[in-house]
Nanobody, 123 residues
Framework: QVQLVESGGGLVQPGGSLRLSCAASGFTFSNYRMSWYRQAPGKERELVAHIISAGGSTNYADSVKGRFTISRDNAKNTVYLQMNSLKPEDTAVYYC????????????????WGQGTQVTVSS
């Protein structure tokens, strides 16, 4: 069974940091492009960061550039999201997504989703 399990979320004060992890199993992780999405109540799902299968190219939403870093360890079947200088606006459920190389990033529902991890930034 394919599984994507996010962890590392929690409550943090503004300006703080969190590192999210997404552990994958049940598929060939190294062949997949990975993304982090987030969704806050009343808002649309947002693509936060993307990384190619080899980990050499990344993309970020403008709202998180310079603060967040996506990385992956294919030997551990894990993708990470390092979040620094957190703001209340970053509060959301964060999800990881896996796509085969022939599936467009704009079609994440054709891939695999984790169940999400809650990130709350509040003083």
């Amino acid at each position: 069974q394919v599984q994507l399990v996010e962890s590392g979320g929690g409550l943090v004060q503004p300006g703080g940091s969190l590192r999210l992890s997404c552990a994958a199993s049940g598929f060939t992780f190294s062949n997949y492009r990975m993304s982090w999405y987030r969704q806050a109540p009343g808002k649309e799902r947002e693509l936060v960061a993307h990384i190619i299968s080899a980990g050499g190219s990344t993309n970020y939403a403008d709202s998180v550039k310079g603060r967040f870093t996506i990385s992956r360890d294919n030997a551990k079947n894990t993708v990470y999201l390092q979040m620094n200088s957190l703001k209340p606006e970053d509060t959301a459920v964060y999800y990881c997504n896996a796509l085969r190389p022939w599936v467009a990033v704009q079609e994440p529902d054709r891939g695999y989703w984790g169940q999400g991890t809650q990130v709350t930034v509040s003083s």
